[in-house]
């Protein structure tokens, strides 16, 4: 024993001097804090990276690079060259991807590094970008903070509202492999300033088919009974007058507690949805003389009229699309898998032939503090 | 006989030496592996394969309990005489042994692909080997004590697992049999290589101070282990979709990757670089089980220097194959084979040789 | 361990037994020769002369000037020696001391000498008397310096052994406090009593520590580290292996909680064995506080136990390796207070940690006073240049500093000084490493922890091995009610310490 330690210790020794081949030194890592993915008119892929700087003397905080490279692993090696030091994926905020890339099919396989190596991140935020991704990556906003947090804080917070989703990495991967459900992200735009518009929906290959707005994105989520945030509505009342200047039939309200519950059938060859939502709302804003302790009902009527005319309309344009963003497949494998089972790989048209009926029912349940 | 007094452990460290000597590296893809095969009903799997463990645990017991203060290699040379014992024995040391390598291969290999890429794989493994050589080279009750410590230590890692409870989604686990029985049924082999492990009591029962309890206390840790099992494979179904799940090679990693807090992110890297203390245990028995019995066959006391040379073995071996994920999982799956010859045939025949080697004796007294 | 056997086996003994058994002589002339001669070069030796009342036999006092009490002495004994009392025995007035003895040996006439006795030598006996005048310079009972309490008694050791038993004695009045003493070393001669309680301590424990001092074999011991060192378990550990104490109020619970004392004679401290880990976070005011503050209070100790421990490396860790799990708002902040720093994380970090401890220990050297004086300067000073000059990061010295006042927290300066020491291998390995190299660290220490014992008894325990009665006393403490046993950690051969009821308000 007393001979074995020493020498144990020395042999300990000598491979902890090759140890330390993996450091990398924080202020030298150059990070992927964004990244960019478009396609130029020859469709060549361009990507953009925007990293952050630490040194004092520089005057901008951020270094932003674009090439044209095939794969992302390999643009890596080109962007080395110029940027200060190592690249990596461990900290990325978004993925920003051009619309064009986004319309064809398998843009997926990009993203494939990110997923790969364990040591990149996987809650990166996929955004769609209406125009070109490297436009709004080389933007240096003057009185926002660095564009990169910025941007996930945008994002974020609409997300608390609702107005858009919020799609990881993550979860872009558990839809695009899940049969039941097809993927849907944040869309942005560049109009001056940055503009989160709403939500972009993909089909079962991954490729763009339309894109829907905050109003219709409160919609999806709600059928996804993915109820978290704020929901808060203004709906017209269709039979009051409609006001000159300012709305006289306008009130808004927004919804407290939400439950779904998505009943599955199948009959006469196609599956139906019988998808019961039950609200709980709060008014917050009402232009029209009403006495809500009365004819409350008639207001709640109402609400749910407005209510299923969208929730219908909205329907019929993913059912036309052939797409499924609300995961109705997930229903229907769980509730009626023999059924399922034949259809799981064109699921989008499956749903296109069902019929998705939405009941809502509203209770007012405050008035706030104005009669 | 009993010369264990000094290393005898109490039914907690009974029961916790055999649950750590089953959870190892294999719950983080078995998530994955039962889904390949049963698809969303591969959690029953579990269940199934742990009532054959229990069945195959209890006949080691019942064969171990005629002879209560012989550890396995006294009970070969009892049973099989001198040599031919110690010839018997000598696969089932090597077992323990190549056991012992391979968990910590796997583990090298998670902890080489999430941490350090560029560093070669012999120093992970001499990194392992300083505190286990610490902790082996003691009695069973240090490994004991360790045991329990570190059990009791991460006893929160599984409620970690809890914070992915946003997106969980109770829809994808529906419907039950999905494919009937026989996906269910092709899945339990999958599960062998996690739960192998209960072969340590046939080292451990000697040193049991409460032997009435044996059977008791391993059925508990067994249990311990099938709970375990079944909740992480059911968070993971939860939180993966059907058909996601098969792509991602961790399951359990790549869920916890997705857990973030505002002081913390990448949970995953945490989570597996604690998870050592867990899988730790593991090797630590296995290997002490190789090194005490190797010591025991030449007749030494003490087992510091087979423990020495084991672990410079293993180092030399990693140096030598340089084992990709690829090796690693053909030695998974060949480990698989073995065990599942040393859980269920060798219990099976160990008892029914002894009934009649008893039954001959009696009637040769007589 | 053979080469320090080695050079103790070859330790030359200086007297031989037959010259130490020699007889006293008869004549006192002969007698003072031969004194005089044992003790050559000795000015503190005194020799008295004088005819003893009331035959007027000549006798002769001998005793070291410093070691005895004058006054006793001059009063006690030779007045009545020389004009005599009432009370006569062989042959001479009988002085009016209790602690007397009869020596027939030189060899216990040159030990009680140098002792403090003082002996009597009369013309014509072959025995002496030794007188118990024992006085020295005596420091006044002071509250213990390094473990100041504010709740416990101000009381603490001094460097008289019998006046520690006697602290001791005060607080347990029993007669099943045994004591055993024993002396060690060859010339210190130290005497070393060990304290236990019969009824409570286990028989094995105390048969393993007296063998172990038995066995110490060396020329002196002068202090109770000293002893310590030579009795641990594991003498490579970088944790103390016993508890050791200025306060007689926690050796008191101590042995209350079955362990043993041993008071080491000149040295104002005494180790408390067997210890555990756990124990070296508790302290004597846990007691006295309300268990509720109490708990928050320990739970403290054990978060400022991680950090001391780990908040360098996992710094170093995740600044150079594993930056991935800092959010990504720290992550600019370190890494923007970084970009200024030349040096690796490693470097930077052991030059702030290195810069403290000198400050501590230079703080220890020099008065008070001017000892806060090097700690202002030092902590504002230093750290805040050093930032600006962009030596170190912002955070760096954020980490340091929490990392120092949490090693301070711990009521044993030993297990801080431990913890200190050992926070220096975690950041090698968290620098070699990252996070893998930190949790091989702690699996180390953990793995020493669990294997390490203190006077064969566990060391890990209650942690390991797991012993879930004592967790009411660990992290947390419970009401002293709930706590009727003993804590199992150190085998008490009684369980029971009170009885589980205790009186309710109006149930009275």
């Known amino acids: ?52 700087v630490f040194s004092e003397e520089a005057k901008v905080k951020e270094e932003v690079y674009i090439t044209k490279a095939y794969t992302l692993r390999e643009s890596r090696e080109e962007v080395d060259k110029t940027f200060l030091a190592l690249t990596t994926g461990g900290k990325t905020q978004a993925v920003l991807i051009g619309k064009r890339v986004m319309e064809h099919q398998g843009w997926f396989k990009l993203l494939e590094p990110f997923l790969r190596d364990a040591k990149n991140t996987v809650n990166a935020r996929i955004v769609m970008v209406d125009g070109i991704a490297h436009q709004i990556i080389t933007l240096q906003p003057k009185d926002k903070p660095r564009l990169s947090l910025y941007l996930a804080k945008l994002i974020d917070k609409d997300n608390l509202r609702n107005m858009n989703v919020k799609i990881t990495l993550e979860d872009l991967r558990r839809d695009n492999y899940e049969n039941g459900i097809t993927a849907s992200v944040t869309e942005l735009r560049k109009d001056g300033k940055i503009l989160v518009t709403g939500t972009a929906l993909l089909d079962e290959l991954g490729r763009y088919k339309l894109s829907i707005g905050p109003d219709e994105n409160k919609l999806l989520h709600i059928l996804q009974n993915n109820i978290k945030g704020e929901f808060s509505f203004t709906f017209r009342d ?134 | 006989m009993r010369t264990y007094a000094m290393n005898e452990i109490t039914l907690m460290q009974y029961i916790l030496l055999v649950h750590g000597a089953q959870v190892g590296t294999g719950i983080l893809s078995l998530p994955r592996q039962l889904a390949e095969t049963s698809g969303t009903d591969g959690w029953m799997c579990i269940i199934i394969a742990w009532a054959i463990n229990c069945l195959a645990g209890t006949l080691m017991l019942l064969s171990a309990r005629k002879y209560p203060d012989f550890t396995i290699i006294d009970l070969f040379n009892y049973l099989f005489g001198k040599w031919f014992g110690k010839l018997l024995i000598f696969p ?87 494919e009937g029985w026989g996906p269910v049924i092709q899945g339990v082999p999958k599960t062998i290589f996690a739960y192998t492990g209960i072969e340590v009591v046939f080292f451990i029962y000697p040193f049991l101070q409460k032997k009435q309890y044996a059977i008791h206390g391993f059925l508990i840790g067994n249990s311990l282990t099938m709970l375990y099992y079944l909740y992480v494979t059911l968070v993971s179904f939860l939180f993966f979709t059907p058909d996601g799940i098969t792509s991602v090679n961790q399951p359990v990693l790549s869920l916890l990757k997705n857990i973030e807090f505002r002081f913390l992110e990448r949970f995953d890297m945490i989570f597996l670089s604690l998870y050592l203390f867990v899988v730790s245990k593991c090797w630590m028995i296995f290997i002490y089980c190789t090194v005490y019995s190797t010591s025991r066959l030449l007749n030494k006391q003490d087992h510091t220097s087979h423990a020495a040379l084991y672990f410079l073995l293993a180092i030399a071996v990693i140096y030598v194959v340089k084992p990709t994920w690829n090796i690693a999982d053909e030695w998974q799956t060949t480990l698989s084979y073995l065990g599942t010859v040393v859980l269920y045939v060798l219990p099976v025949g160990l008892y029914l040789y002894i009934r009649g080697f008893e039954r001959f004796h009696r009637v040769k007294t007589r | 361990m053979r080469f320090f056997d080695k050079k103790s086996a070859a330790t030359d003994q200086p007297h031989n037994q037959a010259e130490e058994d020699r007889p006293i002589h008869q004549a006192l002339a002969q007698n003072i020769e031969e004194v005089k001669r044992s003790f050559p070069a000795a000015p503190d030796l005194t020799i008295f002369q004088f005819d003893t009342a009331p035959h007027g036999t000549p006798g002769a006092l001998v005793f070291l000037d410093g070691l005895s009490d004058k006054n006793s002495l001059n009063s006690h004994i030779l007045r009545p020696l ?33 002792q403090g006795e003082s002996l009597l030598f ?146 104002p401290s005494v180790i408390i064995a067997p210890a555990t880990f756990t124990s070296f976070l508790q302290s004597v005011d846990d007691y006295s506080t309300r268990w509720l503050v109490t708990s928050f209070i320990r739970l403290l100790r054990f978060i400022a136990l991680f950090i001391a421990l780990l908040l360098p490396a996992t710094y170093i860790a995740f600044i150079s390796y594993n930056y991935e799990v800092i959010p990504i708002q720290l992550f600019l902040s370190v890494a923007e207070s970084r970009a200024r720093v030349p040096f690796p994380p490693l ?16 703080g220890i050297r020099l008065p008070a006073p001017v000892g806060q004086t090097i700690g202002i300067v030092g902590g504002i000073v230093v750290g805040q240049a050093a930032v600006q000059a962009g030596i170190v990061s912002n955070i760096m010295v954020i980490v340091v500093a929490s990392t120092a006042i949490a090693s301070f927290i711990f009521p044993s300066y030993d297990m801080g000084t431990a913890v200190r020491l050992l926070r220096f291998p975690m950041m090698l390995m968290a620098s070699l490493f990252g996070i893998v190299g930190i949790v091989i660290g702690c699996m180390t220490l953990v793995g020493h922890l669990v294997a390490l014992e203190s006077l064969g008894t566990p060391y890990g325990s209650p942690l390991a091995p797991l012993r879930l009665v004592d967790m009411k006393d660990t992290f947390v403490r419970l009401p002293l009610w709930t706590m009727f046993r003993r804590p199992t950690s150190t085998r008490p051969i009684q369980k029971i310490r009170m009885r589980r009821e205790r009186p309710r308000g109006d149930q009275r």
């Open chain 1, 1 to 52: 024993m007393r001979k074995i330690l020493p020498l144990l210790l020395s042999l300990t020794l000598i491979s902890f001097t090759t140890g330390c081949m993996d450091r990398i030194i924080i202020e030298e890592v150059s990070l992927a804090l964004l990244v960019g993915i478009d396609l130029d008119e020859k469709n060549n892929l361009v990507l953009s990276i925007s990293s952050p």
């Open chain 1, 238 to 371: 269709a039979n009051r007058p409609k006001g000159e200047i300012f709305p006289d039939d306008a009130y808004s309200f927004s919804a407290g507690s939400i439950s779904v519950k998505t009943k599955t059938g199948y009959q006469d060859d196609k599956f139906t949805f019988d998808i019961a939502v039950d609200m709980r709302v709060a008014l917050t804003e009402r232009f029209f003389p009403l006495d809500i302790l009365k004819e409350g009902d008639k207001l709640e009527r109402e609400m749910e009229r407005e209510f299923e005319k969208r929730f219908k309309k909205f329907i019929g344009k993913i059912q036309a699309a052939k797409i499924d963003p609300i995961g109705l497949g997930i229903h229907a494998r769980a509730y009626q898998y023999d059924h399922y089972k034949p259809v799981q790989n064109k699921w989008g048209e499956a749903l296109s032939k069902a019929d998705v009926n939405v009941k809502v029912k509203t209770v007012i349940t405050s008035m706030g503090t104005t009669k």
């Open chain 2, 92 to 178: 089932l040391i090597c077992y323990f042994g190549f056991f012992g390598i391979d968990i910590m291969t796997n583990t090298m290999l998670y902890i080489k692909a999430w941490f350090l890429p560029k560093t070669p794989e012999y120093v992970i493994i001499l990194l392992f080997a300083i505190p286990s050589f610490l902790i082996v080279r003691n009695g069973l009750r240090i490994q004991a004590r360790y045991v329990v410590l570190s059990f009791f230590m991460m006893l929160w890692m599984p409620f970690f697992l809890l914070f992915s409870m946003d997106s969980w989604n109770v829809l994808h686990l529906l419907p039950l049999f999905k």
């Open chain 3, 82 to 114: 020389m004009y005599g009392t009432q009370e006569v025995q062989k042959d001479i007035s009988l002085p009016t001391i209790s602690g007397c003895r009869i020596l027939t040996t030189w060899s216990d006439v040159e030990n009680a000498i140098l």
């Open chain 3, 122 to 267: 009369l013309d014509g006996q072959q025995e002496v008397t030794a007188y118990d005048t024992k006085g020295w310079p005596q420091r006044g009972i002071e509250d213990p310096q390094l473990e100041s309490s504010l709740k416990g008694g101000h009381q603490g050791f001094v460097e008289t052994g019998m006046q520690n038993i006697s602290l001791i004695r005060r607080y347990i009045p029993n007669l099943n406090l045994r004591i055993s003493e024993q002396k060690i070393g060859r010339r210190g001669k130290t005497n070393v009593w060990i304290l236990y309680l019969e009824d409570i301590a286990h028989p094995e424990v105390l048969q393993e520590l007296e063998t172990r001092l038995s066995k110490v074999d060396v020329d002196a011991v002068i202090n109770t580290g000293e002893l310590a060192e030579f009795i641990e378990d594991n003498p490579f550990s970088p944790f103390p292996q016993f508890i050791m104490t200025e306060r007689p109020d926690s050796a008191a619970s101590q042995l209350l909680a079955g362990r043993f004392v041993v008071i080491v004679d000149r040295s």
């Open chain 3, 347 to 362: 470097i930077e970090a052991l030059m702030m940690e290195i810069m403290i401890e000198m400050m501590r220990e230079a």
